[in-house]
T-cell receptor, first 114, second 111 residues
Framework: DAGVTQSPTHLIKTRGQQVTLRCSPK?????VSWYQQALGQGPQFIFQ???????QRGNFPDRFSGHQFPNYSSELNVNALLLGDSALYLC?????????????FGDGTRLSIL | GQQVMQIPQYQHVQEGEDFTTYCNSS?????IQWYKQRPGGHPVFLIQ?????EVKKQKRLTFQFGEAKKNSSLHITATQTTDVGTYFC???????????FGTGTKLQVIP
């Protein structure tokens, strides 16, 4: 039973570029949440997708956008990259109807901006 | 917006000593979760507390949820080197859908 998988594991970009990160949820999960974790800090909620729609959003600019596909996988897109976007990007999946069950995290994508 | 703070930020203990981290939310929580993140790893779910005043135990770990559902604590008895990592609390104030992580407590255990 595969857990949450994210790709790529590492990525290096330069300022102004655009990036797409991918996430496949755990089998049986239909909800995907994205988090940004800067070095030495806790994960910060970016947004959550369910039924291919953005359901909740944290305090992130419009440069951060996402998408969910019919198979529940998800993408996180970041445009006009800034140095401050360097972080570990975590994807977590859960079942929307099982509010008492925890979300499962993937290993993350380490994004470095030069 | 909701803020979740943890103290201490860092803790070094001798192996065998006890350890406690405290979590405080600016708003009342529906539930609180605790995660452990090893260096270079991702957060791993430990437990969820839902009821006011709830106490749960997992072997050497004891978790408490405050009566007002605004604070929580994690206590580890007789720490081991395998306990090394950063412990995060994460609060939810309206279903599972938006979780606010605390600032984390980094635990170092000296053998």
């Amino acid at each position: 039973d595969a857990g949450v998988t994210q790709s790529p594991t590492h990525l290096i970009k330069t300022r102004g570029q655009q990036v797409t990160l991918r996430c496949s949820p755990k089998s049986g999960h239909d909800t995907v949440s994205w988090y940004q974790q800067a070095l030495g800090q806790g994960p910060q909620f970016i947004f959550q997708y369910y039924e291919e729609e953005e359901r909740q959003r944290g305090n992130f600019p419009d440069r951060f956008s996402g998408h969910q596909f019919p198979n529940y996988s998800s993408e996180l897109n970041v445009n006009a990259l800034l140095l401050g976007d360097s972080a570990l990007y975590l994807c977590a999946s859960s079942r929307f109807r099982d509010s008492n069950q925890p979300q499962h995290f993937g290993d993350g994508t380490r994004l470095s901006i030069l | 917006g909701q803020q979740v703070m943890q103290i201490p930020q860092y803790q070094h203990v001798q192996e065998g000593e006890d350890f406690t981290t405290y979590c405080n939310s600016s708003t009342t929580l529906s539930n609180i979760q605790w995660y452990k993140q090893r260096p270079g790893g991702h957060p791993v779910f430990l437990i969820q507390l839902v009821k006011s005043g709830e106490v749960k135990k997992q072997k050497r770990l004891t978790f408490q949820f405050g009566e007002a559902k605004k604070n929580s604590s994690l206590h580890i008895t007789a720490t081991q080197t395998t306990d090394v990592g950063t412990y995060f609390c994460a609060g939810n104030s309206g279903g599972y859908q938006k979780v606010t992580f605390g600032t984390g407590t980094k635990l170092q255990v000296i053998p």
